[in-house]
């Protein structure tokens, strides 16, 4: 038993000495998740801040005036042109040059004046629909308070029924609360996971997996002598893009730091495993690559990082079951936003343990078995 | 409120051309991110000096297999946007298929720069993930709005091929031939090729390490 668990430790020493002797290999593991989580950090959102839009005011009245006032005021809308003809419009949004374009029709004013409805239009350019949605939706909460002004101004009942919106954990809905404890899980899966899948692999080309074979190890111990050092360059990557979250951007942090690191420490189980199956499989590092990449992109689209999975097809529900990094993100959101503790987030938890448990006893299988 | 090039706000109008670049992006940096090194680690490319073949020669003997295999993948990819998930092509094949070779040939370049400078398959490895997956995903526009980036990450993004594709496919499958967006994006593109071109056969010349 101790003379296993010594075998285990020097194999794992030789791991990582390997991995991080070399300066480049060193600093390709360890610099890019926390150069990433800043600069993801900062790209990630699904607020816009810098709206181009056209105007086509056929109406030039006071109240036509008031209203493009509030978009210009917003601080979000810049108004990069006053068209003359609705045929401008195609040029401005085709050329992207307009996200989207107002357009206000002649009796804006009178319509109002006699308190009927008025329209105005509102064209987005759709070829990306989510932030086309999100900017409309701006132009309609300046539209309401510009409703809500001109009906005070004019001495015209305000509307009777208003809602308001109440998100809990996360009152100003920010994306970057949301994006950057999932890049925890996210950035330390891609690289670690490609990682492993090359560890066997690579002793595979250069021949000396089999005399690794021939030693006294154990299948089970060599297993143990290559998750191991995966899994401490996992936590040490996760520890920088939890630091970068931590210090740079203070998001706020409602749960415990222990219950974080468990799951992560369960979540890297998992995805060492299923590494360590793929290297265990594979012949050459080119085919280890390709094969770690087929889990890797399907892995991180449907996770939920940016897309709710909620909002997925059924059936890649279902897939989203085996998915490790699925669980990661919750576990983080979760920790992060709600303060869940342990037994909240048993859920998550055993399904990790189930998958670590599945992939790595099936790798330490194969490398017992498939001899080249 | 009207949403132009896609009336019924359908989110795979815009999804399915991102995922295109994706997996484009990462098929063709991944396919060559191992070949340059490989051959160095095998001592290979020693032989290969030996050999009356120039390096343009090795290069171009490295980049063409894949990049068949990348048109492969490439028409997979237009053939189930079109068929499978309906996504309007508004602009015309020819177009499409030029962008996307072009890109093609980008990522493709991305792949041996990285295999030749580093001659490390594991370090290329995750260099070549790193540099293509999480970019392409996050910084290319695909999902988040360029103009809305705080400055300086948006300098970053005019450095990534996969910016300058989003804008292309988008305009291509949703609102059709716009030259005006589509020239400058391929410029850049080809810029790109050819920087990336010449940087790698700077690496690769024929002399031992």
Avoid at chain 1, 332 to 345: D, H, I, K, M, T
Wanted: hydrophobic content about 55%; aromatic content about 10%; glycine content about 6%.
């Amino acid at each position: 038993m101790l003379e296993s668990l010594l075998r285990i430790i020097a194999l794992t020493r030789k791991e990582l000495l390997a991995v991080l002797k070399d300066p480049r290999s060193r600093n390709s593991l360890l610099i890019p998740a926390i150069v990433q989580s800043l600069v993801f950090g900062y790209a990630a959102t699904y607020d816009l801040y810098h709206v181009p839009y056209a105007v086509l005011d056929q109406d030039h009245s006071v109240a036509s005036r008031q209203l493009l006032a509030g978009l210009d005021g917003s601080g979000v809308f810049e108004r990069v042109a006053d068209l003359r003809s609705a045929a401008d419009i195609r040029t401005w949004i085709d050329r992207r040059r307009a996200l989207l374009v107002v357009q206000i029709n002649q009796d804006f004013e009178k319509q109002l004046q006699r308190g009927q409805s008025a329209d105005v239009q509102v064209i987005a350019d759709g070829r990306n629909s989510n932030t086309a949605a999100t900017a409309s939706s701006y132009v309609t909460a300046v539209v309401g308070a510009f409703n809500q002004r001109w009906r005070q101004d004019h001495g015209q009942p305000p509307d009777v029924l208003t809602s308001s919106d109440r998100a809990w954990y996360n009152p100003n809905l920010e994306t970057r609360w949301n994006i950057i404890p999932g890049l925890i899980g996210t950035l330390a899966l891609i690289q670690t996971l490609m990682l492993t899948a090359m560890s066997v692999a690579r002793e595979r080309e250069q021949g000396t997996f089999d005399q690794l074979l021939v030693t006294p190890f154990k299948p089970f111990e060599i297993m143990a002598g290559k998750a191991l050092p995966s899994m401490f360059v996992g936590i040490a990557q996760a520890t920088g893009v939890f630091l970068v979250a931590q210090l740079w951007f203070q998001i706020p942090f409602a749960g415990s730091v222990v219950t974080l690191y468990v799951g992560l420490l369960m979540f890297l189980l998992a995805a060492v495993g299923i590494g360590l199956l793929l290297s265990s499989v594979m012949a050459t590092m080119q085919q280890a690559m390709l094969s770690a990449l087929l889990f890797i992109m399907p892995f991180s689209l449907l996770s939920g990082l940016t897309t709710p999975v909620s909002n997925m097809p059924t059936v890649l529900q279902y897939f989203t079951a085996i998915n490790p990094l699925m669980y990661a993100i919750d576990i983080a959101r979760r920790v992060y936003l709600e303060g869940a503790g342990l037994s909240l987030l048993t859920p998550d938890l055993w399904p990790l343990a189930i998958i670590a448990a599945v992939t790595l006893s099936a790798a330490s299988w194969m490398f017992g078995h498939r001899v080249t | 409120m009207r949403l132009w090039f896609n009336d019924a706000n359908e989110s795979r109008y815009f999804l399915v051309p991102g995922l295109i670049v994706l997996v484009m992006t990462l098929i063709g940096a991944l396919l060559t991110a191992m070949v340059m090194a490989r051959e160095w680690e095998r001592g290979t490319f020693e032989s290969l000096f030996v050999t009356p073949v120039r390096s343009e020669e090795i290069l171009l003997g490295k980049t063409i297999p894949y990049f068949l295999l990348g048109l492969i993948g490439l028409l997979l990819c237009i053939v189930s946007a079109k068929y499978l998930f309906h996504v309007p092509l508004r602009g015309t094949l020819p177009v499409l298929l030029a962008a996307s070779m072009l890109y093609v040939l980008v990522a493709l370049g991305i792949g041996l720069l990285i295999s030749s400078a580093v001659k490390n398959q594991l370090i290329a490895s995750q260099l070549s993930m790193l540099a293509t997956f999480m970019p392409a995903l996050m910084l290319s526009g695909f999902l988040f709005d360029l103009r809305s980036m705080p400055t300086a990450i948006r300098v970053i993004t005019f450095a990534l091929p996969a910016r300058y594709y989003v804008a292309l496919l988008q305009t291509i499958f949703l609102a059709g031939n716009v030259w005006s967006v589509i020239v400058p994006n391929m410029a850049m593109l080809a810029g790109m090729v050819a920087l990336l071109g010449l940087g790698t056969r700077a690496v690769t010349r024929k002399q031992l390490v």
